[in-house]
Nanobody
Framework: VQLQAFGGGLVQSGGSLSLSCVVS????????MGWYRQAPGKQRELVAG???????NYAGSVQGRFTISRDNARSTVFLQMNTLKPEDTAVYYC???????????????WGQGTLVTVSS
């Protein structure tokens, strides 16, 4: 099972960026999917998550600015980030709860981080 994240980069304050993350490999299904971030010197924190039924949850700091969505057919999760602020600068990681075909067990998997830098 692999998670590969795309997107990120440098944007000015007030700008927008979008991230995507694809789950690949021999899988049975994907349950919860989420985005986390880790800023320098800080702990990793949940940014947003979405169940396979489409129920979402957000960190208070991004509520109303970020939108998480997913495409179940393509095992892909998206994060649209609008009105970005310098404090959103961090490495963003995707996470998914995946049932692997080899084991039929649910496991949490992480994608590689992608850097989002918001300049003031």
């Amino acid at each position: 099972v692999q998670l590969q994240a795309f997107g990120g980069g440098l944007v000015q304050s007030g700008g927008s960026l979008s991230l995507s993350c694809v789950v690949s490999g021999s899988i049975v299904g994907v349950n919860y999917m989420g985005w986390y971030r880790q800023a320098p010197g800080k702990q990793r924190e949940l940014v947003a998550g979405v169940t396979k039924e489409g129920v979402t949850n957000y960190a208070g700091s991004v509520q109303g600015r970020f939108t998480i969505s997913r495409d179940n057919a393509r095992s892909t999760v998206f994060l649209q980030m609008n009105t970005l602020k310098p404090e959103d600068t961090a490495v963003y990681y995707c996470n998914a709860q995946v049932r692997a075909r080899a084991t039929w067990r649910l496991g949490h998997y992480w994608g590689q981080g992608t850097l989002v830098t918001v300049s003031s």
